[in-house]
Structure formats: C-alpha cells, structure tokens
C-alpha cells in the first residue's frame, strides 16, 4: 500500500488511457488530469515537481522528457528499461519493475525522503551534463567513425 503521502499527481497528454484514467480517478482530488501541453508548459511543472514519472513500454532512442527532468536536477521514475536507463547513472535508485504496480508504489513511498529526491536529483543532473557534454559526444563521435567504441 502506499504511505499517506498529501502529493498531487499531475497527468500531462491524452494518451490512448486518457478517458479511461479520467473516469477511474475522476474523484480522487489528488490526481489532476492536464491533457495536452505545449513542452514550455510541460517543463514550468516540471520545475516545480518532486519528481517526474514516465511510465513508457518503448525503447527510446533518448528519453527527452527524462533527460530534461535531469537537467532541472530532478528524480525520474520509469520502468526498467535499459535504453532508458543507459542515461542515468549506474544501479539507479528509481527505477520500477515493469507493469508491476507494487514495485512503483515502493518507488513512489520513497517521495517522503526529500533527502533522497535532493541527492538522487543532484546526481542525475551532473550524470546529464557529463553525458551530453559537447567534448565527451565529439570524442564518442570520433571513436565510432574510426571504430574504437
């Protein structure tokens, strides 16, 4: 079960579940439903959010919404995922068994550890930066052209 935890769950888009979430949650006070917004919109919540969770079943090339969280020094919660999680570093705390509600709900009892969120947020932003880093992509550019990666 999840802790008493007095947080709002904001849900941004309309995806295929939209309706169905709408109806299901509709009198829960703790979950707001956004619909679609444009990415300024998007990122302006995001700044103001614990965390940001993304529960995608698709292997992503880069998770843009995930790495912007990064770069705002924010925790992101995704499904196991291993081309997701090749952008966050290693044994990566928030990351949940796919499908599988109780391994979120345990992710999502660890959001009254603002300790944590702080640390795992401050991590994710300086493991971003490197990552994208100009020198280190132009470096990682040069490897692959001559066959060294």
């Given at each position: 079960t999840l802790k008493d935890i007095d947080y709002k769950l904001l849900i941004a888009g309309d995806g295929p579940l939209f309706k169905e979430l709408i109806f299901k949650y509709k009198k829960n006070s703790n979950i707001?439903?956004?619909?679609?917004?444009?990415?300024?919109?998007?990122?302006?919540?995001?700044?103001?959010?614990?965390?940001?969770?993304?529960?995608?079943?698709?292997?992503?090339?880069?998770?843009?919404?995930?790495?912007?969280?990064?770069?705002?020094?924010?925790?992101?919660?995704?499904?196991?995922?291993?081309?997701?999680?090749?952008?966050?570093?290693?044994?990566?705390?928030?990351?949940?068994?796919?499908?599988?509600?109780?391994?979120l709900k345990n992710l999502l009892n660890k959001m009254t550890d603002h300790n944590l969120l702080e640390e795992v947020g401050l991590e994710n932003k300086i493991f971003i930066e490197n990552l994208l880093d100009n020198e280190n992509l132009l470096t990682n550019f040069k490897k692959i052209e001559l066959g060294q990666y």
């Open positions: 707001e439903f956004l619909g679609p917004l444009t990415n300024d919109k998007v990122l302006s919540y995001m700044k103001n959010a614990l965390a940001v969770i993304n529960p995608t079943h698709l292997i992503e090339g880069q998770p843009t919404v995930l790495s912007e969280a990064s770069m705002m020094g924010k925790v992101s919660i995704f499904p196991e995922n291993q081309s997701i999680e090749e952008f966050f570093p290693k044994n990566y705390k928030f990351t949940y068994l796919d499908k599988n509600e109780d391994s």
